[in-house]
């Protein structure tokens, strides 16, 4: 019973991460600002959101149409986590 509770709190708290991730890559995608910031401000390493961009395949801002694209990758995201 103790190992399913350490499982559930571990869940819990990952997917707190993921809420909060996606929640300031929102932020990035909306606003002028920039990616070590955002890192920053999740108390991220730069290297595990670069990480974390590339497994889902998110753009970073550089180009016109990024934001647009990011935010609708997240929307899917969303998605499919609330599923």
């Known amino acids: 019973m103790a190992v399913e509770a350490d499982v559930k709190a571990l869940a819990e708290k990952a997917s707190g991460v993921y809420a909060r991730i996606l929640s300031g890559l929102e932020e990035y995608y909306r606003s002028d ?27 970073y801002k550089g180009g016109e149409g990024d934001g647009e694209k990011g935010l609708e990758v997240l929307l899917k995201l969303r998605r499919t986590v609330s599923t």
């Open 33 to 59: 600002m920039a990616f070590g910031l955002l890192a920053e401000r999740l108390g991220l390493p730069v290297r595990s959101l670069i990480e974390f961009m590339q497994k889902y395949r998110l753009p």
